[in-house]
Structure formats: C-alpha cells, structure tokens
C-alpha cells in the first residue's frame, strides 16, 4: 500500500470516528433532561445485619477460609473490626466481616 493510499485509508477512518462521537454527543444532549432528575437513592451497600448469626456461624466460615489458604487476610480482616482475635469483634459486625471472608 502506498503513502497517499494508508494516509487516504487513516483520513477515512478518523472521519468514521467523529461522526460517531458527533452521534454519541447528539445522544447525551438529548438525555441531558433526564439527567436534572434527582437519581434514585441507593441502598446502603453494607450488609443487613444477621440478628441470627452466631459466633459459631462466622467462626466456621472463617475456619473454612483459612484451611482454604487465608489465614493471614482472616487475621487482616479480624483487626479491621478492632479485634486481635474472632471472640472480641462486636457481633453487629459478624454479618460484614463474613461478606469479606467470603471474597476471600
């Protein structure tokens, strides 16, 4: 392919290019009214706390997690909820310390 050709063939493609950002940009002006709307709000992404969960529950949880090759991100997440060890993290913060464990 020669010079004037690729530059010819470059020149095209850019023009695709714009004309498809000059789309998008029509598209988002027409949506622009919706967008004064106030959004729905979210839900708090914390986990609902679990008034049926146990130390038991969570401590098995974490056992399985560490067997599986977690123990240090277990020992992390312990002292994240301001605990050097599973039996002094407040059980309101059972149900999120699970949530983690399970990414794990």
Do not use: F
């Not at 493609?13 to 622009?32: F, M, P, V």
């Not at 067997?67 to 020992?75: K, L, R």
């Amino acid at each position: 392919m020669s010079a004037m050709s690729e530059l010819a063939t470059i020149k095209e493609e850019l023009l695709q290019c714009s004309q498809a950002l000059i789309g998008i940009a029509d598209t988002l002006k027409e949506l622009a009214h919706t967008w004064d709307e106030p959004l729905p709000e979210k839900e708090n992404a914390a986990p609902a706390p679990d008034p049926m969960l146990t130390l038991a529950d969570v401590r098995a949880c974490l056992a399985q997690k560490s067997v599986e090759g977690h123990t240090a991100a277990i020992q992390t997440l312990i002292r994240k909820y301001g605990a050097e060890k599973l039996s002094q993290v407040d059980p309101k913060n059972y149900a999120a310390l699970m949530a983690e464990a399970e990414v794990l």
